[in-house]
């Protein structure tokens, strides 16, 4: 037994690329503490003119992510709509008694953090378990 065992990683996906990274981090995750890999997707509300209505884009998007998942690891995969990513993120992971979240960031600090938000941010702020957030790095300098 390891001094730290997380039985439920959950991994929120917005089908950029790095929440692609983070996603592979998961599932490494996943296959090393053999844990349960919960994969959530927050669909916002959109508004259109005097209408409204859920963003269901991705669904094809989401359903193909999660075939590619290894057969090894036992997951579980939800939409959610939710106007507030981060507080939907936070609901479910106390919902699920997640014990790790592992999220993708883009970096962004100062200004243009402070324009664009931080869902990463947040999370780290207010999640029940750790978060570990995944940043790929440019190899190219």
Known sequence: MSLVDFNEILCPVDFSKLSDYALKHAIKLCELFDAK???????????????SYYDGDHE???KKLCENIPKTITSHSETIKND???????EYANANKIDLIVIGT???SGI???FLGSTTEECIRKAPCPVLVVR???HSS
Do not use: C, M, N, W
């Open 84 to 90: 507030d990513v981060d507080k939907g993120i936070i």
């Open 106 to 108: 883009q970096g962004h």
């Open 136 to 138: 790929e790095l440019d």
């Open 37 to 51: 890999l919960f994969i959530l997707h927050i669909a916002p509300h959109v508004r259109y003119s005097r209408t």
């Open 60 to 62: 094809s998007d989401f």
């Open 112 to 114: 243009e953090r402070f």
